[in-house]
């Protein structure tokens, strides 16, 4: 290709005499021609922009994060097969249609043992103490000794006449305790694929900010 621009040293050329030659090299070459020269001389730029988007996109997902709530944080102990699915469902059954509540389940805990009779080790017990003591678990799904172990602590966990009203503890007198209510034979649980070879205790917390959602959460567990 003879053009009058090659007959200067390119370090003499204007912006625009380089950016003419450029053109007329791209405009001789084949389609893979193309893309191997860009892809050669150009990957680092290539590179640049694609990280500044990635990093726009980050950016912007991160402050649109902030707009999220969470409306109701269920953590099961020993759910790592379950189906957070789940949680969706629960959201329509509710009616909540909109898409800045989030209703999270946690099932990243496990203890050595369904009915928890064995020593849970240490990550998972840091993981439990982080849920409580950041305040952000609303609600457990554990074994017993999970449970009577919060329970024994005055006034930490809410009241299943307080949480369901004094008409629903009656109706299900066999399976409400003072503050927990017995899920292991919830039916929509096993859908989602929990398993249990023991008790399971459904628990809330007293600094929950979302009782009425985790009284609907108890309900919609105990539909048929």
Not at 170 to 192: F, G
Request: proline share 1%; hydrophobic share 40%.
């Amino acid at each position: 290709m003879d053009t009058k621009y090659q007959k200067k040293h390119e370090s003499d050329m204007t912006s625009k005499e380089k950016r003419e030659l450029e053109r007329q090299k791209l405009s001789s070459m084949t389609g893979k021609e193309k893309a191997e020269y860009i892809l050669t001389y150009y990957k680092m730029h290539i590179a640049v922009l694609v990280g500044a988007v990635a990093l726009i996109i980050g950016i912007v997902m991160w402050i649109d994060s902030f707009q999220n709530e969470t409306v109701l944080y269920a953590a099961v102990i020993n759910g790592g097969e379950m189906d957070s699915r789940m949680m969706e469902h629960f959201q329509a059954y509710r009616g909540d249609d909109n898409r800045r509540h989030k209703y999270v389940l946690d099932t990243s805990v496990a203890s050595l043992s369904q009915d928890g009779s064995g020593q849970m080790d240490y990550a998972n017990r840091m993981k439990i103490v982080t849920l409580v003591g950041a305040n952000t678990a609303d609600l457990f799904i554990c074994p017993e000794s999970i449970y009577q172990e919060y329970s024994k602590e005055e006034n930490f966990l809410v009241p299943a006449e307080q949480l369901l009203g004094a008409e629903f503890t009656a109706a299900h007198a066999d399976i409400c305790e003072k503050d927990a209510v017995r899920v292991e034979n919830s039916e929509m649980l096993e859908r989602y694929g929990y398993q249990s070879s023991g008790p399971a205790y459904l628990i809330v917390f007293q600094y929950s900010g979302q009782q009425e959602a985790a009284a609907d959460f108890v309900k919609f567990l105990l539909e048929e």
